[in-house]
């Protein structure tokens, strides 16, 4: 199956992307992860990539489109896929569905996970990330079993530089504006599944895998 998640900054998408990747065995492709690593290796798309990304602005259409259209053509994704954080845009919307078409491919089912902005602004001001192995976790709701370190990996967990009080502000007020008209998009298509992502986690994901289930 090849699904997108969207919603707001902070609504969980990553959460359950890393969920409904492993209990369904399709790779999570997030564009914000593979951004975030193009700037850890210093590559030149991080580069370009990293001051947009400092300030919460969207990063130009086309240097997305090209890193999803290559992750896509890795045969990991040949049986199915999940988008995180893409498309964002009318333009990348518009390219998704283009490039897939080459493949015969389409996309099965979107789901938009929401949440209030105040809970945004406390789960994403808790947050902690492992930048190597971009498991995710809550100070609160999923602290690692020991203090600051990866369960995953053992690496040290850190703060995304993104993830202050003004810049939280600016990915909110960017996603009103270019992300979420997506969602009458999507719906038109009818393709669209709402989630409330306000529940802990696990009930979110249980939420998302009877919505996934009644596709497959
Ligand atoms: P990106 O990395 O995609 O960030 P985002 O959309 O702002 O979303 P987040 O990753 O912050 O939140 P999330 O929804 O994944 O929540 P999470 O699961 O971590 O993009 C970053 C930047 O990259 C953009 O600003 C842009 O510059 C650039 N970019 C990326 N894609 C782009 C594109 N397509 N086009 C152009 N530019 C692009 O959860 C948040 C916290 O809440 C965690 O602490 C988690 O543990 C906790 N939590 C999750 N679920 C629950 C729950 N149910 N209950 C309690 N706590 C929970
Ligand atoms: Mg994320």
Do not use: W
């Amino acid at each position: 199956m090849n699904m997108i998640i969207m919603g707001p900054p902070g609504s969980g998408k990553g959460t359950q992307a890393a969920r409904i990747s492993e209990n369904y065995s399709i790779p999570a492709v997030s564009t914000g992860d593979m951004l975030r690593e193009a700037i850890a290796n210093g590559t030149a798309l991080g580069r370009e990539a990293k001051s947009y990304m400092d300030k919460g602005e969207l990063v130009p259409d086309k240097l997305v489109i090209d890193i999803v259209r290559e992750r896509l053509d890795e045969p990991d994704a040949a049986e199915g896929f999940l988008l995180d954080g893409f498309p964002r845009s009318a333009g990348q919307a518009v390219a998704l569905g283009e490039m897939l078409a080459v493949q015969g491919k389409k996309i099965d089912l979107v789901l938009n996970v929401a949440l209030p902005d105040e809970e945004i602004i406390r789960r994403l001001s808790r947050r902690r990330v492992c930048p190597k192995c971009n498991a995710v976790y809550h100070l609160d709701h999923r602290p690692p079993a020991e203090e600051g370190v990866c369960d995953s990996c053992g690496s040290g967990i850190v703060q995304r530089n993104d993830d202050n009080e003004e810049t939280i502000q600016n990915r909110l007020a960017v996603y009103r504006q270019s992300s979420e008209p997506l969602i009458e998009y999507y719906r038109k298509m009818g393709l669209l599944a709402e989630v409330s992502g306000t529940k802990p986690i696990d009930e979110v994901f249980g939420d998302i895998a009877a919505l996934i289930e009644e596709r497959l």
